[in-house]
């Protein structure tokens, strides 16, 4: 059955997604498993009656619920942006969450300014890779620490130094950093506090370094609760955990960066939509490199 186009809404037939670590747990809900995925790029074949900002053929990218699909609805005053000419679907498929999750942690929670010194740890996946590119972008002199085999591709996004974790310990360096943003969930805050300066600012992102395998919802959960007990001492801001809100203006500002070659989405694996399972395999693994694209057919013609 096929589901009225709201007045305030595109139907937009997608191109490219993207997985995400939210997915897993969406994907392991039978409910969840109806409308999963966010991330989308693809062309705008219809708009509701009150759509003034989109018409039917504009090629576009953000996020929304259901985007793992061949079609979805997207309210147009929400998280959608025209997509640059010059930038796929394929990679305009990957931006939305982890895009807008970098974004939200360096520029407003970080609060980054130029010059400022931008450790990210947990620099090669999803967010990692966004988040290098980003803070460069924001003017920041930059760290990120990944495993050896990333060590590479975090310098070809312009990071200035590469901390490679299976050889050192970024929390018993004798660098100071303004801001750090913590992806990976690996150290525990007092250890990260070693390497911030006093009026540095502590992000906390996610946990990709402990959430996978077995134990590892009870390993986040203590990290989350560590962080937020040790959190109320000392004088740093620390933000122990936010959660990224999807919007119109922060795709706009993403797509302005790709429009200026400063953000270039990576993806390291690509699969197809019915290989999904394989793909929720890789991301599980929890050493995904980059974005894991998922590339979808469109369906013939327009919605009837
Ligand atoms: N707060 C929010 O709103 C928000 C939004 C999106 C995602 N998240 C969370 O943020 C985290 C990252 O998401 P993602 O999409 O970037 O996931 P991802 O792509 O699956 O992350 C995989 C990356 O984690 C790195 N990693 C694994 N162990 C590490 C370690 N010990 N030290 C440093 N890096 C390590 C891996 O690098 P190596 O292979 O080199 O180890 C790999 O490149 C997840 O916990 C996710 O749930 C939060």
Partial sequence: MTRALPDDALQVTVCGSSVNPVDLFAASSRRGAQVLGTDFAGTVEAVGRKVTDFRAGDEVFGGGKGALAPSMIVAAGGAVALKPAGVSFEQAGTVGVAGTTALQALRDHGRV?????????????????????????????????????????????????????????????????????????????AECRRVMTTAARFVGVGVAGVQHGEGGGRRAASHFLGTQLQALAGRQKVVPIFIAKMNGADMRFLA?????????????????????????????????????????????????
Wanted: aromatic fraction near 6%; hydrophobic fraction near 40%; glycine fraction near 10%.
């Fill in 256 to 304: 302005g960066l790709m429009e200026s070659r400063q953000l270039v989405p990576a993806i390291d694996r690509s699969f197809e939509l019915g290989q999904l399972e394989s793909a929720f395999e890789y991301l599980r693994e929890g050493h995904a490199r980059a974005k894991v694209a998922i590339r979808i057919r469109a369906p013939a013609g327009p919605p009837t």
């Fill in 113 to 189: 300014q130029p010059g400022a010194r931008v450790l990210i740890n947990g620099a090669s996946g999803g967010v990692g890779t966004f988040a290098v590119q980003i803070a460069k972008a924001l003017g920041a002199e930059v760290t990120g620490v990944c495993s050896t085999r990333n060590v590479e591709l975090v310098r070809s996004l312009g990071a200035d130094v590469v901390i490679d974790y299976t050889k050192e310990d970024f929390t018993r360096a004798t660098q100071r950093y303004d801001v750090l943003v913590d992806i990976a969930g690996t150290h525990s805050l």
